[in-house]
């Protein structure tokens, strides 16, 4: 049984790190999170990050929301829904403790405004953290979450079979 468990847990280990792919998430800052901030009124925007492993992506979709947010000079809610089938990870994520190594990732200035270091860790500032829902979820089963203005599956889709794929694009839809 244990045997078992370790595999399952190897093969949801998840490969992530903070901006991966920075000219997405430079685009996502400059222009598609900046339109939707400006032609909301109301209603809180809602993101859904699918696959979110133990968290990088989901806080980094929620600093370039806060710098957008404070940029705008907007003060809208934004609630992040972060999802994984790990529940480790999910764990790791709502902890939302990194090693040092981020350094490489994360420019200086953001990490100062976002994070507050403890020795060699990096814990995510509460202005980060408290836009965050993290929840175990399986998107090939459970129902999906409603009324998104965004939906990020970068560390989802990849994983999955073309006839896995077209299952899972519709419940995003």
């Known amino acids: ?18 901006f991966r792919d920075r000219e997405v998430f430079r685009l996502l800052g ?5 339109k939707l901030i400006e032609a909301r009124d109301t209603r809180e925007l809602r993101f859904w990050i ?25 003060n809208i809610d934004v609630k992040i829904f972060a999802t994984d089938i790990n529940s480790e990870a999910i764990e790791a994520a709502r902890i939302g403790e990194f090693p040092e190594s981020i350094q490489a990732d994360i420019d200086e200035g953001r990490l100062k405004r976002f994070f507050v270091r403890r ?19 399986d998107v090939t089963r459970d129902p999906p979450f409603s009324n998104m203005d965004l939906i ?4 989802l889709l990849i994983y999955m ?3 896995l794929q077209k299952r899972v694009l519709p419940v995003f839809h």
């Open 1 to 18: 049984h244990q045997e078992i468990h370790t595999l399952y847990r190897e093969l949801l280990i998840g490969v992530t790190s903070f």
């Open 161 to 163: 079979d073309n006839r």
């Open 152 to 155: 990020s599956c970068r560390n």
């Open 50 to 74: 699918t696959g979110c492993s133990t968290g990088e992506e989901a806080y980094t979709v929620a600093i370039i929301s806060r710098e957008c947010l404070d940029r705008l000079d907007k």
């Open 30 to 34: 400059e222009k598609f999170i900046p």
């Open 119 to 137: 020795g060699n860790i990096y814990s995510v500032d509460s202005k980060i953290r408290d836009l965050m829902v993290f929840a175990v979820h």
